[in-house]
């Protein structure tokens, strides 16, 4: 699997790097810029490119400008972008097409090496990894008078999960149940929320992030 990095920390990058490969991936280029990294995207493209948020020149949202660049004209290439803090807003400007072959990650994600090299692999895939931190931000926004508010304590831990890119069998793993049970919470949560249930995991998140974005 195929990987082009841009993140400005030396540090991290080469971090990053030694990890991917430790792990069996190609790195294809590390770049400490978006430019730089666009034009590694001209040849052959990775199948993954990881993105700090805020690159060089200013800092400001170049690695977000480039990720949506890639996601429009790149299509079948995933994109991963790293980010120091919550910025919910830039979060759902990446999400707000679909959420298959995308991720968004705070740094701090990285020392669980494990599950950064697996969500690296779900979103080459084709999947989506969103953070955690960023999931219990947008389900702890209040919400009155929405079907939301008709979500079980349990519920609203599998629709966590769910939006994070965890699959029936991960869930089930994580809080220790059946997956029959997931399967009922998440047919449950669908149709709760009126959204169509699929069986697409890709598609499922969308819908879930859909709504949360509302």
């Known amino acids: 699997m195929r990987v082009a990095i841009a993140e400005d920390s030396v540090l991290l990058r080469e971090g990053i790097t030694r990890i991917l490969t430790d792990t069996g991936f190609e790195v294809i280029a ?6 730089d990294l666009m034009l590694r995207l001209r040849g052959r493209p990775p199948d993954i490119t990881i993105l700090d948020i805020r690159l060089p020149p200013t800092y400001n949202d170049e690695g977000m400008r480039a990720a949506l660049h890639i996601r429009k004209q790149y299509p ?3 994109v991963l972008v790293l980010s120091q803090y919550v910025e919910v807003g830039l ?3 990446l999400l707000a ?11 701090d994600r990285i020392s669980d090496v494990p599950e950064f090299v697996a969500a690296i692999r779900r979103v080459a895939s084709g999947g989506s990894a ?5 999931v219990s931000t947008l389900l702890n926004r209040h919400r009155d008078n929405t079907p939301f508010t008709s979500l079980t304590p349990r519920e609203r831990e599998v629709l966590k999960l769910m939006a994070t890119g965890g699959s029936n069998q991960g869930i089930a793993e994580r809080l220790v149940i059946t997956q029959r049970a997931v399967e009922k919470y998440v047919s ?7 959204l169509p249930s699929t069986g697409s995991e890709s598609r499922r998140v969308l819908a879930v ?3 949360l974005r509302s």
Not at 30 to 35: G, K, P, T
């Open 209 to 211: 992030l859909m709504f």
């Open 188 to 194: 449950s949560i669908f149709g709760k929320l009126g």
């Open 76 to 78: 079948a290439v995933g």
């Open 130 to 134: 969103v953070d955690p931190t960023i």
């Open 30 to 35: 590390a770049c400490d810029n978006a430019d």
């Open 91 to 93: 979060a759902m400007k």
């Open 97 to 107: 097409d679909s959420a298959e072959g995308v991720g968004y990650l705070l740094k």
